[in-house]
């Protein structure tokens, strides 16, 4: 009887060291939709070791894939994608943009203007401590908003620099040297004159009468339509969309969908123009009509390296050791300039 009780003992004794042995992903399989149900073991918690680390960053990485790819954007409707593959990209070909000519003679090549515009890529990142504690307490539930969270604002890291572009049109230069929304770009003409052209307004956007619509929004399409290049040719610049913070928005939806202003006259823009509201836009009154037909754009968004999950979880890392802490977020290198200033025009809405 002595003999069976030992072995019985020895026997739990046995089990119970098996289940404290066992690898994490043998003993729960992981959640990746939300986080939960990550490895544990029992009542004892979870045991980190290198399986149940990567077992549980992959759930996380899977969350910020999802979360990244189901953010919505809005830069695409006002910026282009300018590929990077070097630190700083040169844009001074901007100011002598090639169009087509009659041939008669030699061929006339465009030298390139002496503007110096150079975009410098950013280093961007958003990161996400674990504590270790929280790893051994199976508490990781609390992580995988984070791992959204970081996933939502990696894809939108675009709309943030366009936005801040927009938000400095009317203080940040461009390629010539002249504040990208501007009442003096200089411009020369089929004569070899230098001339100041504006895309610059000052009219608040309204649709209370027919007569303010077109001090605002019309005197604006007309500006852009009247632009000329270097040699005096009409650029065919016509706006196609409206941009507008939130402030402006239902006034430029009257402008842009209703048959009859609010005096009761016919609307001259309905279909016009498409309308982009863009809730990072800090200033109520400013309102900015854009090209965004052509190959250039008014903004550029330039990418040296798209977003990307990166980790950390090294248990014999620094910060492991001193801190209990390892690391999930986003790492990109991107930044953003002004294209092409004849594809835009601006009005800060100073005068009524």
């Known amino acids: 009887m002595k003999q069976k009780a030992i072995t019985f003992f020895t026997l739990v004794g046995l089990f119970a060291l098996a289940v404290l042995l066992a690898p994490a992903h043998a003993v729960h399989a992981a959640t990746a939709e939300t986080g939960k149900g990550l490895p544990f073991i029992g009542v004892a918690g979870m045991i980190v070791n290198s399986a149940a680390l990567q077992n549980i960053f992959t759930n996380l990485k899977a969350t910020f894939n999802k979360a990244f790819e189901a953010a919505p954007t809005f830069w695409e409707k006002v910026a282009m994608l300018v590929p990077s593959t070097s630190k700083t990209n040169d844009y001074k070909w901007l100011a002598n943009f090639p169009r087509m000519r009659k041939w008669v003679g030699e061929k006339t090549a465009k030298a390139l203007a002496a503007f110096n515009y150079t975009v410098t890529n950013d280093d961007w990142e958003a990161t996400v401590e674990v504590d270790r504690n929280d790893i051994e307490d199976d508490e990781l539930g609390i992580y995988a908003p984070q791992a959204q969270g970081a996933g939502f604002s990696a894809k939108q890291l675009p709309d943030e620099i366009v ?47 027919q007569a303010a619509a077109i001090a605002s929004l019309g005197a ?20 196609t969309v409206l941009l507008v913070p939130p402030a402006l928005s239902d006034v430029a939806n009257v402008l842009a969908m209703n048959d009859r202003l609010e005096d009761g006259k016919p609307n001259p823009y309905k279909g016009t123009i498409t309308v ?61 300039g002004y294209g092409f200033w004849q594809l835009a025009y601006g009005s800060d809405g100073s005068v009524a």
Not at 286 to 300: N, Y
């Open 163 to 209: 936005a801040d572009l927009i938000n400095g049109a009317f203080t940040n230069k461009c390629y010539d040297g002249q504040y990208f929304i501007d009442t003096d770009h200089p411009v020369t003409d089929k004569n070899g004159i230098v001339q100041s052209v504006s895309n610059k307004g000052t009219k608040k956007l309204s649709a209370a009468t």
């Open 220 to 239: 604006g399409r007309i500006a852009m339509m009247k632009f000329t290049d270097d040699e005096g040719r009409p650029l065919n610049t016509i706006p």
């Open 276 to 336: 982009v509201c863009e809730p990072r836009l800090t200033d109520d009154n400013a309102w900015f009509l854009l090209d965004t037909s052509k190959p250039v754009r008014p903004f550029i968004y330039q990418e040296r390296k798209k977003p990307v999950f990166v980790q950390q979880i090294d248990p014999q890392a620094d910060d492991v050791f001193s801190k209990k802490k390892f690391k999930f977020g986003a790492e990109a290198r991107a930044a953003g």
